[in-house]
């Protein structure tokens, strides 16, 4: 078993799927044509199936085997093709794709001694997607290519989901969602479990040892949008500085301890920037930016769209405060100075969410708004463009028919948002869930002399995000009503994730360095010991299902 998870891994890590690329198509054809050789699909092709994005070009591929026990208890489980982009390996970046010839090359770079060390030790294989997350998907394939063979193996049956763009916006994963519902009718399965296979590491970063995760962070994307006034550089005190005002909005965010989120068992990080820029400045000028406009990530473990919103105004109306203050003292001291210049003072800035900025501009819109907004999204909807700068430019066409032409700061959400999700052991699906991972972990110890760790939320965020619906009717209306473009840019098919409601598990290998140069995949655990927990795992949920 070890060398024939290994081959698939080699053949998986040789396809460089980078996120939105021609070869992340050509890695899913490749998995989808793996699985078409087996005889088990040839006489049951209905069981194998490439779903199209939104795109209608990338592809997910998804397969079931049913087993003979004729049970409807299904398993899920679920991984990622797609990986993050090779740029960092330098001159190595073309070896970064064959991790047999990365390893040899690597050893005349320089490195910390921790990966010099797991270099050395032969027991870890460096390559970009070797732990995130080609081992997980090598895994997760060996195991359906085993209960094809035999579909006695297993007790229940068994489903897996492999998808692209989870490292973008899970376009894959939401696509492949209404997929599984019908399936599940289809095929008159019931789910009890899902199983994402994702690398420790990337859950719980620097951890010393294979754990396993029964929940996962939520993620909010949040724009700030700056509006100032525009004055010549020379006339700077009559104009307002979007960019000054965004600056001290920042320092109200980024970083602040007090804005983590918590919750029985799991911290969150603060919110940060992961975009910043002044708008609508293409070429040199000396004029003072007007525009500027800011995204944060925010992860989630307990707060909700209405909290995450009501934070970023708060924030935002406190740091636009400070700003005017600063500018008030900065003119006072330039006259102390000898300055003679003009200056424009300003009373506030104005703090709005998306969903009244679009309210205004609804009224205000010399003509049919509706017809007017669906054309502009139209005009902007491109597989080519940034699905977050497609809001923003969205927000930016209304910005100009707002009730009041003073700075304003708009806040709202952009693509994706990733609900927090756990399993709490409330339901008997649950309860059964659960005993079956403890059963697991007793194998662990057993067998193999592993102890496995109950990790906190996992904190790198993964597609267990929408198997199942923990956000209520009134919180997903705050969500779509401040998303830019919610229903033809974007949007979650809460329905099918209600749907979809089961106990989760992350269990995957250990690696280190996830998105680095340093990528790498400790080799014993992911493929001696970890396919054989899975194996246990779905034998023993299926002994627990059988007692419903």
């Given at each position: ?6 081959r698939?891994?080699?053949?998986l890590?040789r396809?460089p799927?980078?996120t939105?690329?021609e ?13 078409a ?8 092709p209905s069981h194998?199936a490439?779903?199209p ?5 990338r ?5 079931m085997?049913?087993s003979?026990?004729d ?5 899920l ?6 990986v993050?982009?090779?740029e960092?390996y ?5 070896k970064?794709f ?6 040899r090359?690597l ?5 910390d001694?921790?990966a ?6 032969g027991?870890?294989?460096f390559?970009?997607g ?5 081992c997980?998907?090598?895994?997760e ?17 068994a489903?897996v989901a492999?998808v692209?763009d989870?490292?973008?916006?899970s376009?894959?994963?939401?696509s ?7 399936l599940?009718?289809?095929?008159e399965?019931?789910y009890i479990g899902a199983v994402?296979?994702e690398p420790?590491?990337?859950?719980l ?5 294979p ?5 996962t ?10 509006v100032g ?5 020379g006339s700077?005190?009559r104009?307002?500085?979007a960019?000054?005002v965004q600056?001290?909005?920042n320092?109200e965010l980024?970083?602040h ?12 990080i603060?919110?940060?920037v ?14 003072i ?8 990530n925010v992860?989630t473990?307990s707060r909700s ?22 500018l008030?003292a ?6 102390n100075f ?6 424009k ?5 104005c703090?709005?969410s998306y969903?009244e900025l679009r309210?205004?501009?609804s009224?205000?819109y ?12 139209s ?10 700068e497609q809001g923003i430019?969205?927000?930016?066409w ?6 009041q ?9 952009l693509?994706?948002?990733?609900p927090?999700?756990s399993?709490?052991g409330?339901t008997?699906?649950e309860?059964?869930f659960?005993r ?15 102890h496995?760790q109950?990790?906190?939320a996992f904190?790198g ?9 923990q956000v209520n009717?009134?919180?997903r209306?705050?969500?779509e ?6 229903g033809?840019l974007?949007?979650l098919?809460?329905?099918s994730?209600g749907?979809?409601?089961m106990?989760i598990i992350?269990?995957g290998?250990l690696?280190?360095?996830a998105?680095t140069w340093a990528?790498?995949?400790e ?5 001696r010991?970890?396919p054989?927990l ?5 034998r023993?949920l ?7």
């Amino acid at each position: 078993m070890e060398e024939r998870i290994y081959r698939q891994l080699m053949e998986l890590v040789r396809i460089p799927s980078v996120t939105g690329s021609e070869d992340e198509i050509e890695i899913a054809r490749f998995i989808y044509e793996s699985l078409a050789k087996e005889n088990y699909f040839k006489e049951h092709p209905s069981h194998l199936a490439l779903v199209p994005g939104p795109d209608g070009k990338r592809i997910s591929v998804v397969a079931m085997v049913r087993s003979t026990a004729d049970v409807s208890d299904t398993v899920l489980f679920i991984g990622h093709f797609d990986v993050v982009g090779a740029e960092v390996y330098g001159e190595l970046a073309n070896k970064a794709f064959d991790p047999e010839a990365l390893g040899r090359s690597l050893r005349c770079r320089p490195m910390d001694q921790q990966a010099k060390e797991d270099l050395e030790s032969g027991n870890w294989i460096f390559g970009r997607g070797v732990m995130d997350m080609k081992c997980g998907v090598a895994i997760e394939l060996d195991l359906l290519k085993e209960f094809a063979r035999d579909p006695s193996l297993f007790d229940v049956n068994a489903a897996v989901a492999l998808v692209f763009d989870e490292e973008g916006s899970s376009q894959g994963m939401l696509s492949v969602l209404p997929f599984l519902v019908q399936l599940a009718e289809r095929e008159e399965l019931r789910y009890i479990g899902a199983v994402n296979t994702e690398p420790t590491d990337a859950g719980l970063p620097g951890a010393p040892g294979p754990g396993y995760f029964l929940s996962t962070m939520g993620k909010a994307l949040v724009m700030v949008y700056v509006v100032g006034e525009e004055a010549h550089g020379g006339s700077y005190y009559r104009g307002l500085s979007a960019a000054l005002v965004q600056d001290f909005i920042n320092l109200e965010l980024e970083a602040h301890p007090e804005l983590r989120d918590s919750s029985a068992n799991s911290v969150t990080i603060p919110p940060f920037v992961l975009y910043c820029e002044c708008r609508r400045k293409e070429s040199y000028s000396i004029t003072i930016p007007h525009m500027s406009m800011a995204y944060y990530n925010v992860f989630t473990v307990s707060r909700s769209p209405s909290d995450v919103l009501k934070m970023f105004k708060e924030a935002a109306s406190k740091g636009a405060k400070k700003a005017l203050e600063y500018l008030g003292a900065s003119y006072k001291a330039m006259k102390n100075f000898g300055y003679t210049g003009a200056v424009k003072r300003y009373d506030e800035v104005c703090i709005l969410s998306y969903e009244e900025l679009r309210r205004q501009a609804s009224r205000n819109y010399p003509g049919d708004f509706e017809i007017a907004e669906r054309e502009m999204i139209s005009n902007l909807k491109s597989p080519d463009k940034d699905l977050r700068e497609q809001g923003i430019n969205l927000a930016e066409w209304m910005i100009p028919w707002r009730d009041q032409q003073g700075p304003v700061v708009i806040v709202g959400f952009l693509p994706p948002f990733m609900p927090h999700r756990s399993s709490y052991g409330r339901t008997e699906t649950e309860v059964h869930f659960r005993r079956a991972v403890e059963s697991t972990v007793s194998y662990a110890e057993t067998t193999f002399g592993r102890h496995l760790q109950e990790c906190p939320a996992f904190g790198g965020l993964c597609d267990l995000s929408y198997i199942g619906c923990q956000v209520n009717e009134g919180e997903r209306q705050i969500l779509e009503n401040n998303i830019p473009g919610w229903g033809m840019l974007y949007s979650l098919p809460f329905e099918s994730m209600g749907r979809l409601n089961m106990p989760i598990i992350n269990l995957g290998p250990l690696g280190r360095g996830a998105h680095t140069w340093a990528e790498r995949l400790e080799r014993d655990y992911a493929l001696r010991e970890l396919p054989q927990l899975l194996r246990h795992f779905v034998r023993s949920l299926a002994v627990q299902a059988g007692g419903d």
